[in-house]
């Protein structure tokens, strides 16, 4: 029974044996390697190829027809089943499937042409360093090619002999000898010699140990040259031998230098660091964190729970910057956590928004993590500067008391808002730009950054937070920092609450909302009932009626009709000049009143405090304000002061529209008495101090009960609610008596607290500050780990080429 070839991706019998299929890769490839101004191409024309291919079947064992069938069959065979040989553009091109397999395929094919191979690198170094590399680990003596290449670059020699199976042992001692004093020479060539070195030292024979040993020694000797003792240490790192990591573990304490190369090997030096970690090295902890694997991580999360301190704040602060990578998370996502782990302090809050399983070991660890950082001493600190997660940062630092010391500085300090604005409007205008930024730009960009680091140490250095938390805000970018002040200060003071409920979608605008028009009806009710009594109140006085009084009433309700629009949505700047035309309508009137005391305190009245209503309106106050200072008309009655009312109005305008201090400062000379002039002179030293205080306030944070307090509390003049509620009282007395007065004012109360509680609740939610900030946290940086294929195809044949004379192909 005849031996069949099988092919293993798909277990069928093959035509083609894998030595007539390695002939034509062997041709093909030293076709193409050869190509006058193509080295080091891979594509290679379809035709040349079925040319190539019908040239060298006659030739292949045993010998193949030279027809355009069988050409077409063993392209295919090779195509679809080895991988090796890729077709490209619908069959218009091959390529192999990377350069390190057409050298390799080089080399064997001039296995036995040390000459020819010679010739061709010196004709094109660069092109043939790679097929000399891997000719040189073929199952041959290298001797030749070895002492031809010491003549003519030693330094290359001296690395092919790591990967030289077989050399003669004097010419390799020789080699040896030569490079072992020039270990530590500076400059280029002084990193080739010790990559050289490296290279060596991985060989399995008797000269690979041989050079071993001689860097180990080297390292170990403290009374080594300083270069030198560096150049062996990197040479050991470079080899990436397990036992080049034990040995640079050992000197480590007592050899800084050495730390970082461990650093460099990976998961190699996972066992050593670890060893260190526990001893309570910290150099270990920044090693770990260079060397970034999730073998590593795994080991720093062992470390969390320890007892020994400070080894676990060291742990965190490493792991939370490592925990920025995907593959970070997913390692932990699987740690197998003890009970006693699950049940030690941690902040559960924290990695809600981004696990859907609280309980999960991403979560607990996360948290754990983040209760270490809050609560870190300062003498555990290190001096890294590594970005932390900002999954950690944003919701630590925005939830500490540090946080709410800030938001009070803010609101006591007017100089931080304006500095905040400022610098605000010139990150925005830079941003506008965009794109490639040309020099100018960049220096604006540059003095920006530098003004939001200064504006930020301004404010820490005034809080004077814990170091801890200084230390995590300041990892992040100078333009990070400033955002993460910037939403604090102008956005609502954040809760756990709210960086659990970041990602809920609730949208919601209170002055849009029906909860705000149910509000607004309960206060037209009550405006209503107060005018009924006003009017009530005028046509029951007979001095009242006389002239033009009924007139100027109708023109009170009709502006207070037209400030509807004022209710429903706050007026912009070019709809002011209606309602300041109605203040000077009422302004003419009033000056003519000086000179009719009977319809002066009629029109002072009713036309000032209905204007003091408009303009508030207008003018940006909550409208719960503004039907708030409606009983300045019934007090102006009462008091039957125009001067009065006109100074309450002006005071009210002073305090709501800068435009108007003007006209308030003007109507001085119309005043008569104290009362008059105290409301002036308050009215100019409130606009002094905040103008626009309560306003910017209730535009940007949203309803405020402290809104409806602040102007309650103004002075005498505005401070009488408890009229606003005294003539409704007195009309529902008249119309239900006290029985239907003490039902009326409990349902009144309760309807519009009830919507003043659920409107604040949703717009708390729907203004959730951390909303402001998802933009930087899903700028997460994005950390991949992709090795060299060329390396790793070398190495993988070099290793295969020491244990056997030959490769097979399916």
């Given at each position: 029974?005849?031996?069949?070839?099988?092919?293993?991706?798909?277990?069928?019998?093959?035509?083609?044996?894998?030595?007539?299929?390695?002939?034509?890769?062997?041709?093909?490839?030293?076709?193409?390697?050869?190509?006058?101004g193509k080295q080091g191409q891979l594509i290679m024309d379809a035709?040349?190829?079925?040319?190539?291919?019908?040239?060298?079947?006659?030739?292949?064992?045993?010998?193949?027809?030279?027809?355009?069938?069988?050409?077409?069959?063993?392209?295919?065979?090779?195509?679809?089943?080895?991988g090796l040989l890729l077709i490209l553009e619908g069959g218009l091109?091959?390529?192999?499937?990377?350069?390190?397999?057409?050298e390799f395929f080089t080399a064997q094919k001039l296995q036995d042409?040390?000459?020819?191979?010679?010739?061709?690198?010196?004709?094109?170094?660069?092109?043939?360093?790679?097929?000399?590399?891997?000719?040189?680990?073929?199952?041959?003596?290298?001797?030749?090619?070895?002492?031809?290449?010491?003549?003519?670059?030693?330094?290359?020699?001296?690395?092919?002999?790591?990967?030289?199976?077989?050399?003669?042992?004097?010419?390799?001692?020789?080699?040896?000898?030569?490079?072992?004093?020039?270990?530590?020479?500076?400059?280029?060539?002084?990193?080739?010699?010790?990559?050289?070195?490296?290279?060596?030292?991985?060989?399995?024979?008797?000269?690979?140990?041989?050079?071993?040993?001689?860097?180990?020694?080297?390292?170990?000797?403290?009374?080594?040259?300083?270069?030198?003792?560096?150049?062996?240490?990197?040479?050991?790192?470079?080899?990436?031998?397990?036992?080049?990591?034990?040995?640079?573990?050992?000197?480590?304490?007592?050899?800084?230098?050495?730390?970082?190369?461990?650093?460099?090997?990976?998961?190699?030096?996972?066992?050593?660091?670890?060893?260190?970690?526990?001893?309570?090295?910290?150099?270990?902890?920044?090693?770990?964190?260079?060397?970034?694997?999730?073998?590593?991580?795994?080991?720093?999360?062992?470390?969390?729970?320890?007892?020994?301190?400070?080894?676990?704040?060291?742990?965190?602060?490493?792991?939370?910057?490592?925990?920025?990578?995907?593959?970070?998370?997913?390692?932990?996502?699987?740690?197998?956590?003890?009970?006693?782990?699950?049940?030690?302090?941690?902040?559960?809050?924290?990695?809600?928004?981004?696990?859907?399983?609280?309980?999960?070991?991403?979560?607990?660890?996360?948290?754990?993590?983040?209760?270490?950082?809050?609560?870190?001493?300062?003498?555990?600190?290190?001096?890294?500067?590594?970005?932390?997660?900002?999954?950690?940062?944003?919701?630590?630092?925005?939830?500490?008391?540090?946080?709410?010391?800030?938001?009070?500085?803010?609101?006591?300090?007017?100089?931080?808002?304006?500095?905040?604005?400022?610098?605000?409007?010139?990150?925005?205008?830079?941003?506008?730009?965009?794109?490639?930024?040309?020099?100018?730009?960049?220096?604006?960009?540059?003095?920006?950054?530098?003004?939001?680091?200064?504006?930020?140490?301004?404010?820490?250095?005034?809080?004077?937070?814990?170091?801890?938390?200084?230390?995590?805000?300041?990892?992040?970018?100078?333009?990070?920092?400033?955002?993460?002040?910037?939403?604090?200060?102008?956005?609502?003071?954040?809760?756990?609450?709210?960086?659990?409920?970041?990602?809920?979608?609730?949208?919601?605008?209170?002055?849009?909302?029906?909860?705000?028009?149910?509000?607004?009806?309960?206060?037209?009710?009550?405006?209503?009932?107060?005018?009924?009594?006003?009017?009530?109140?005028?046509?029951?006085?007979?001095?009242?009626?006389?002239?033009?009084?009924?007139?100027?009433?109708?023109?009170?309700?009709?502006?207070?009709?037209?400030?509807?629009?004022?209710?429903?949505?706050?007026?912009?700047?070019?709809?002011?000049?209606?309602?300041?035309?109605?203040?000077?309508?009422?302004?003419?009137?009033?000056?003519?009143?000086?000179?009719?005391?009977?319809?002066?305190?009629?029109?002072?009245?009713?036309?000032?405090?209905?204007?003091?209503?408009?303009?508030?309106?207008?003018?940006?106050?909550?409208?719960?304000?503004?039907?708030?200072?409606?009983?300045?008309?019934?007090?102006?009655?009462?008091?039957?002061?125009?001067?009065?009312?006109?100074?309450?109005?002006?005071?009210?305008?002073?305090?709501?529209?800068?435009?108007?201090?003007?006209?308030?400062?003007?109507?001085?000379?119309?005043?008569?008495?104290?009362?008059?002039?105290?409301?002036?002179?308050?009215?100019?030293?409130?606009?002094?101090?905040?103008?626009?205080?309560?306003?910017?306030?209730?535009?940007?944070?949203?309803?405020?009960?402290?809104?409806?307090?602040?102007?309650?509390?103004?002075?005498?003049?505005?401070?009488?609610?408890?009229?606003?509620?005294?003539?409704?009282?007195?009309?529902?007395?008249?119309?239900?008596?006290?029985?239907?007065?003490?039902?009326?004012?409990?349902?009144?109360?309760?309807?519009?607290?009830?919507?003043?509680?659920?409107?604040?609740?949703?717009?708390?939610?729907?203004?959730?500050?951390?909303?402001?900030?998802?933009?930087?946290?899903?700028?997460?940086?994005?950390?991949?780990?992709?090795?060299?294929?060329?390396?790793?195809?070398?190495?993988?044949?070099?290793?295969?080429?020491?244990?056997?004379?030959?490769?097979?192909?399916?």
């Amino acid at each position: 029974m005849s031996k069949v070839q099988w092919d293993k991706p798909k277990l069928q019998p093959t035509k083609y044996s894998p030595i007539q299929k390695q002939a034509v890769l062997q041709h093909l490839a030293l076709y193409n390697q050869t190509r006058a101004g193509k080295q080091g191409q891979l594509i290679m024309d379809a035709r040349a190829v079925r040319q190539e291919v019908r040239q060298v079947l006659p030739k292949v064992e045993p010998p193949l027809e030279g027809d355009d069938e069988t050409t077409t069959q063993v392209l295919a065979e090779i195509v679809e089943r080895s991988g090796l040989l890729l077709i490209l553009e619908g069959g218009l091109s091959y390529q192999f499937a990377h350069l390190t397999l057409q050298e390799f395929f080089t080399a064997q094919k001039l296995q036995d042409d040390t000459i020819g191979l010679m010739e061709r690198f010196r004709a094109d170094p660069d092109a043939w360093r790679g097929t000399l590399k891997l000719w040189c680990g073929l199952p041959h003596d290298s001797t030749a090619l070895i002492r031809a290449l010491y003549a003519e670059h030693p330094i290359l020699a001296f690395e092919f002999l790591g990967d030289a199976q077989q050399v003669d042992e004097e010419l390799a001692q020789e080699i040896i000898s030569a490079f072992q004093a020039r270990l530590g020479e500076d400059g280029a060539t002084g990193e080739a010699v010790t990559r050289a070195f490296a290279t060596v030292a991985t060989n399995p024979q008797v000269r690979g140990q041989q050079v071993f040993e001689f860097l180990a020694a080297t390292v170990k000797d403290a009374a080594a040259a300083p270069a030198r003792r560096q150049a062996a240490a990197q040479a050991l790192a470079w080899s990436n031998l397990l036992q080049a990591a034990e040995v640079l573990t050992e000197c480590a304490l007592d050899y800084p230098n050495a730390r970082p190369l461990l650093a460099q090997m990976g998961d190699l030096a996972t066992p050593a660091l670890t060893k260190w970690a526990e001893q309570g090295h910290e150099w270990a902890f920044d090693a770990f964190q260079m060397v970034g694997t999730p073998d590593a991580a795994r080991a720093m999360t062992d470390l969390l729970w320890t007892e020994d301190e400070p080894q676990p704040y060291w742990a965190a602060w490493r792991l939370a910057v490592l925990l920025a990578r995907t593959d970070i998370e997913d390692v932990l996502r699987t740690y197998p956590l003890a009970k006693s782990q699950q049940s030690t302090e941690y902040l559960k809050w924290v990695w809600e928004p981004f696990e859907p399983y609280p309980d999960s070991p991403l979560s607990i660890i996360a948290g754990r993590i983040a209760h270490l950082l809050r609560t870190t001493p300062s003498t555990a600190l290190s001096s890294g500067s590594s970005e932390i997660d900002k999954r950690l940062v944003i919701p630590i630092f925005m939830t500490s008391s540090a946080a709410e010391t800030i938001k009070h500085e803010s609101e006591k300090d007017e100089t931080l808002i304006e500095d905040l604005q400022d610098l605000s409007r010139q990150w925005q205008d830079q941003q506008i730009l965009g794109g490639e930024h040309p020099p100018s730009t960049a220096r604006l960009v540059d003095m920006i950054t530098d003004q939001q680091e200064h504006f930020v140490a301004r404010v820490f250095d005034r809080i004077n937070p814990d170091a801890s938390l200084r230390r995590m805000v300041e990892s992040l970018k100078p333009a990070e920092q400033f955002e993460l002040l910037r939403c604090l200060i102008e956005e609502r003071t954040p809760t756990i609450d709210d960086w659990r409920n970041k990602d809920k979608r609730v949208e919601y605008e209170f002055d849009k909302s029906w909860h705000e028009r149910g509000i607004t009806v309960c206060l037209l009710l009550l405006t209503a009932l107060s005018l009924w009594e006003v009017a009530t109140i005028i046509l029951n006085t007979p001095q009242f009626t006389i002239q033009r009084s009924g007139l100027h009433i109708l023109l009170g309700l009709a502006l207070l009709v037209q400030g509807w629009g004022g209710i429903r949505e706050r007026l912009s700047v070019n709809t002011m000049p209606i309602f300041e035309f109605a203040f000077l309508f009422g302004f003419s009137i009033y000056v003519g009143v000086v000179l009719n005391p009977i319809v002066g305190p009629l029109i002072g009245a009713v036309t000032g405090g209905v204007l003091c209503l408009l303009l508030g309106i207008a003018s940006g106050i909550d409208h719960t304000v503004a039907f708030a200072v409606a009983p300045a008309v019934i007090i102006s009655i009462m008091l039957n002061d125009p001067q009065i009312v006109t100074g309450f109005a002006s005071f009210l305008i002073a305090n709501t529209n800068p435009q108007a201090i003007p006209l308030a400062i003007g109507l001085t000379d119309f005043l008569l008495d104290i009362p008059g002039s105290m409301v002036i002179v308050a009215a100019i030293v409130m606009i002094s101090q905040k103008i626009t205080t309560s306003l910017t306030s209730s535009q940007k944070r949203g309803i405020r009960s402290g809104n409806l307090v602040e102007y309650s509390l103004l002075g005498p003049y505005s401070s009488a609610i408890y009229i606003f509620f005294a003539l409704p009282t007195r009309v529902l007395e008249r119309w239900w008596g006290w029985a239907g007065v003490a039902f009326f004012w409990p349902i009144w109360a309760l309807c519009a607290g009830v919507l003043w509680w659920i409107g604040s609740r949703q717009e708390h939610l729907a203004r959730n500050p951390f909303k402001r900030l998802t933009e930087m946290l899903n700028a997460k940086a994005s950390h991949s780990q992709k090795g060299k294929l060329s390396s790793q195809l070398k190495s993988h044949l070099l290793r295969s080429l020491r244990k056997r004379r030959g490769i097979l192909l399916p």
